[in-house]
């Protein structure tokens, strides 16, 4: 390891002769040394023999990089010296390693792999309530109704059910049943829950229910199936 000295200006009284500071750092010690009353030509000599002393050995001389000396006759002159003195320890610096930067792509480095859906459940059809039962039919309120998009004739259904059983929840098996009553079962969307859905997130016609998969109609949705059909009057 090497260690650097900070630079030194000597300076002179006008007599030919000054002082020379000295300071010598390393990882174990800090050494000043000062010298006042010597001779400017005497200023490396003396560095040098500093230098042997702290190496313990004699060390070559080497002129220092870029020497400025300037004389002005009797005047004050000023000699700037910069050396390098080797530490006694013969230690290897060590050295700081960057490690490279990983480069970005704009395309992933792996695919991740796709999920699969859920299959949708498949339905069963309920045995209660008997809705062959109703004292209105279903056939005849759908009728009077006379709708034709998928999603309201859930909500029709869900109305339906509300008013001849007193039952709110609407769930996949109910749907199925309804259907099933009506002959339209093979109508019905692969995932028979999807149109439960969108009327609730999307329409607002109905809200979640407690029960898993469930979901009920609220106001906003009767009024809008009392609003469909002629006449718009409820069974």
């Not at 400025?68 to 003195?85: H, N, P």
């Not at 005849?140 to 059983?165: G, H, L, P, R, S």
């Not at 098996?173 to 019905?188: N, T």
């Amino acid at each position: 390891m090497v260690a650097r000295r900070s630079k030194e200006e000597p300076t002179t009284n006008g007599n030919g002769k000054g002082k020379i500071k000295f300071r010598y750092m390393d990882s174990e010690r800090v050494v000043d040394f000062s010298v006042e009353n010597m001779a400017g030509d005497q200023v490396t000599d003396g560095l040098h023999s500093i230098a042997n002393a702290l190496a313990g050995r004699t060390l070559p001389r080497q002129a220092p990089p870029n020497p400025k000396r300037t004389l002005a006759g009797r005047g004050a002159s000023t000699v700037d010296v910069e050396e390098q003195v080797e530490n006694p320890e013969d230690e290897t610096p060590e050295q700081e390693v960057l490690e490279p930067e990983e480069e970005e792509s704009g395309e992933e480095t792996s695919s991740k792999p796709k999920r699969d859906r859920p299959k949708p459940k498949t339905p069963k059809l309920l045995t209660t309530p008997n809705l062959t039962e109703a004292k209105v039919p279903l056939a005849d309120f759908m009728k009077q109704k006379n709708v034709t998009e998928m999603m309201d004739k859930y909500a029709a259904v869900a109305v339906w059910y509300k008013e001849q059983f007193q039952i709110v929840d609407m769930n996949i098996d109910r749907i199925f049943s309804a259907f099933k009553v009506l002959g339209q079962e093979s109508q019905l969307p692969t995932d028979i829950e999807k149109p439960l859905k969108n009327l609730t997130y999307v329409k607002k016609w109905f809200e979640k229910a407690k029960a898993p998969n469930t979901y009920n109609i609220i106001w906003l949705g009767e009024s809008e199936v009392g609003k469909m059909g002629a006449g718009a009057a409820k069974a």
